[in-house]
């Protein structure tokens, strides 16, 4: 299989590393094109949302009708690439990609989608090339997945953020909670994250909350924060 | 060393789990005292933290005024043991704890706080027995570290429980998440939280933030969430 990649951000440069080993492919800057082959079985445009369109508007003067096109963004519709190709489709790793930093690639999940069976096809044997976790979704689907991948990976990540500036500015440090971390980590694949919840506002611990709260006063958007959470929290379990 | 562990929750199961091989440790229902031993080293009180001046107190009539009493709370400050007993301490192991479920005991931080070098001593020879990860700190650092784990392990957690049930709504599930969970979590042991944060908000893509908010319109409590996290992010990466 030959492919093109088109874009050198994070995801861009994973896929390709992913590739290599596995068919011919080849990574491309999305503002000159310069090196792109016109002969290619699948073009993925790996760049930012917001220019997915122009990329794939320029694309096509320089390959065939045939081409299956994909972008691999998990908010942007499979609909941006109309009009333009006939095979279009979406190839989505859901992964949080940092350069520089190696992945086992094939547990990441890829989601496919296309227009047409033969580009589901395609684009699925690209994906079960680099991963094991290979599935056809739909547009609305994918837009819930980037959003629970959001919550559960990017604001959880901003949460620890959180943790380690605070635990500074009393002398402390982030690595004192690795071990708790990693077991929180580790229980969320052993029961519903639901069933394995603790702490002050699962036990509906007003006294430790508001204790909480007030240490926190000085911080604007911690407390803020804190009480957001510990609301909704209050609100899912009724029962102590 | 022979020690009393007052209180059955998860916290209490597990410090005698962790404790039975390792000296001579026996588990004590909190509302009768039955089988308190009177010649232990340390007592270590390990109830809900409304209740541990009640436990005290009641403690008193049964051991000699030599003993170490300890209470295992995060959030409750030493000075709750004052007046009670002339060595009393702190001995709060920071991990989420699920009763049936087993850990790895010897890599758990344990904090330890005492007003006499003999409590510190001996409740650290203690906390050694367990875990290679062992420290003394005081009560403010206790609680920021508290704080910091609900941060990092509740509202975490919470995240995780909303997107499953949000993923479920949509015919997905949680996991899916599986890989991207791991890998952000491990990702934090490597690079310092605040450097390797990802997603629309690091980027500053509103574009993404808005229709996602969009998406989440009906659901009032995660369209907060997700402004009030977005905004945090926001506001702490001023250049994108």
Avoid at 114 to 137: D, F, M
Avoid at 192 to 205: M, V
């Amino acid at each position: 299989m030959k492919v093109d990649i088109i874009g050198r951000g994070n995801v861009g440069t994973h896929l390709m590393s992913a590739m290599s080993s596995k068919c011919d492919a080849a990574i491309v800057n999305p503002r000159t094109l310069k090196g792109l082959r016109n002969n290619c079985d699948i073009y993925l445009i790996s760049v930012s949302d917001d220019a997915i369109a122009d990329v794939a508007s320029r694309l096509l003067s320089f390959i065939s009708q045939e081409a299956i096109v994909a972008h691999t963004s998990g908010t942007t519709p499979l609909s941006i690439l109309s009009d333009l190709y006939s095979i279009r489709g979406v190839f989505y790793p859901l992964q949080t990609f940092t350069k520089g930093k190696d992945l086992q690639y094939n547990e990441i999940p890829f989601f496919v989608e296309s227009n047409k069976s033969k580009g589901e096809e395609k684009l699925c044997e690209l994906a079960r090339l680099i991963s094991n976790n290979v599935r056809i979704i739909d547009s609305e689907q994918r837009k819930a997945l980037h959003i629970a991948s959001v919550f559960s990976c990017n604001f959880v990540n901003h949460l620890w953020a959180l943790s380690d500036s605070y635990l500074k500015e009393h002398g402390l440090s982030i690595e004192m909670l690795y071990p708790l971390i990693e077991e929180t980590a580790k229980k969320v694949k052993e029961l519903p994250p639901y069933y394995s919840q603790t702490g002050p506002a699962r036990r509906h611990d007003m006294k430790t909350i508001n204790e909480h709260i007030y240490s926190l006063g000085k911080d604007k958007n911690l407390k803020e924060i804190y009480s957001q959470l510990t609301n909704s929290i209050l609100s899912k379990y009724n029962n102590i």
